[in-house]
Nanobody, 115 residues
Framework: QVQLVESGGGSVQAGGSLRLSCTASGSIASINDMGWYRQAPGKQRDLVASISTRGSINYADYADSVKGRFTISRDNAKNTVYLQMNALKSEDTAVYYC??????WGQGTQVTVSS
């Protein structure tokens, strides 16, 4: 059983930046697929960014709404996946969840962007 702990959320003004971290309790070296999702009040949980590892290559993909502003990355040595969020907008306000291997989820971290 892998446990995920997220951190880095908080409150920021529009245009600001935050970096979210999601650290696993065990090695993530064998986990190919990871992602960050978000859920705003009253809305469904949506995929924001994903990173898939095939061999030595990482493939990242993003929701249209965050392309060019968010960057997902992973550090196997630290068992951590990151989400760098720049040029934040009020519509980015949500609880952000990390996911690994399609079955492990973090507890969520709140991101609030004020305009």
């Amino acid at each position: 059983q892998v446990q995920l702990v997220e951190s880095g959320g908080g409150s920021v003004q529009a245009g600001g930046s935050l970096r979210l971290s999601c650290t696993a309790s065990g090695s993530i070296a064998s986990i190919n697929d990871m992602g960050w999702y978000r859920q705003a009040p009253g809305k469904q949980r949506d995929l924001v960014a994903s990173i898939s590892t095939r061999g030595s290559i990482n493939y990242a993909d993003y929701a249209d709404s965050v392309k060019g502003r968010f960057t997902i990355s992973r550090d196997n040595a630290k068992n951590t996946v990151y989400l760098q969020m720049n040029a934040l907008k009020s519509e980015d306000t949500a609880v952000y969840y990390c996911m690994m291997a399609g079955i492990y989820w973090g507890q969520g971290t709140q991101v609030t962007v004020s305009s």
